[in-house]
């Protein structure tokens, strides 16, 4: 993991990054109309709960924090991986930005791959199917992330495989 490349990211600020964002906020909201006009589906169904809606999602969050870290913290321990860190360069007011982007940008993944897909899929077709297929193309959507490669691929479907069980 190089933070430094995170942090060099976050610094050298384009616009291409809350277009993304923005392009994000609208699928979820075009998956989310399709699901409830064309489907007749209740938003229970996508992953949303009513009762206890902000709590739930803090839970996840803090979930998905911890199995991250817990996954990072052996690489560490098997020198996969070193952090380094120079608070000096790190903007924080931005870096916030990107943390609150995160949370809608992790959000509007579940909803389209895991609320979406697998139910849909699995709706006409056998659940196996229905969970490969999220889980592919869940790993097709990093494709253009940096630093992907075919073992990066492999986890990401496994992960795929992991949260739609989760989801289940």
Known sequence: VDVMALVTAINSWDYSVPLQLMAEVIMTILIILI???YQKRKASTLG???KNAVSSYIIGMVAGF???SFAVLICMIFGAVEIKVNPESL??????CFFVGWLFQGMAEEVICRGFMLTTIARKNSLIAAILGNSLFFAAIH???AGISVLALINLTLFGIFASLIFL
């Open 35 to 37: 699901a409830r006009i």
């Open 48 to 50: 949303f709960v009513k």
């Open 66 to 68: 911890v199995i991250f």
């Open 91 to 96: 903007n924080v007011g931005l870096f916030l």
């Open 143 to 145: 494709l253009g992330n």
